[in-house]
Structures are given as C-alpha cells and as structure tokens.
C-alpha cells in the first residue's frame, strides 16, 4: 500500500494562487505505470477529478478547471504539486491526492483549503 500526504495552506485569499504539495514516502513516483492524481471535494458537491501526472511525466487535465490548474513534479523530492490559480470561495475543498498503479488505489487524508479574505 502506498501512502500519500497532502501538504500546503488551509487558508487562501482570493484572486490568489493555490499551493499543493503530495509526498510519496515508500514508492516512487517515476515507477514504472504509476499514476498520480489530484482530486477535490467541494462542500455538498461530489468529488471531482482536477488532473493527474503519470510515472513518466505526461499531465492530464480535468476538463472544468483546466483553464486554471498546474500540476507538476519534483523527482528529487519524490513529490508532485498543484497550483489552481484565481481562486474563489467556490474553491473550498477538501483537496486529496491519490495514486499508484491507478489514478485512484491509495489516497491521503486530505487537506481543508478555505478560500477567503
């Protein structure tokens, strides 16, 4: 089982940019078909698949907030980042990363992120 935590502010102002960082003690990102993912859950919403990277570096986009969200990696860290840029109260969330040999076999625990001024 791989474990994943989630780690960045819990409080954001508007108009900002959004800062997530996963680590992946125990695995490695780079291993071979690997699947890491970003995932959020809006207050009375359902989740919602915001993007992925994969163990060679390829990203993929959710397509509703794709317009707004970076994902990226940093391989001597064994991490890998969100940003969602313009941020509104409509981006609270819990926010989640997951992965391993899917999109979705291993989640952290999540992380609150409020956005307010």
């Known amino acids: 089982q791989v474990q994943l935590q989630e780690s960045g502010p819990g409080l954001v102002k508007p108009s900002q940019t959004l800062s997530l960082t996963c680590t992946v003690p125990g695995a490695s990102i780079t291993m071979t078909n690997y699947y890491w993912s970003w995932i959020r859950h809006p207050p009375g919403k359902g989740l919602e698949w915001m993007g992925g990277?994969?163990?060679?570096?390829?990203?993929l986009y959710g397509p509703s907030l794709k317009s707004r969200t970076s994902i990226s990696r940093d391989t001597s860290k064994n991490q890998f980042t969100l940003q969602l840029s313009s941020v509104t109260p409509e981006d609270t969330a819990v926010y989640y990363c997951a992965g391993g040999s899917d999109w979705f076999t291993n989640w952290g625990q999540g992380t609150q992120v409020t956005v307010s001024s």
């Open positions: 990277i994969t163990y060679s570096g390829s990203i």
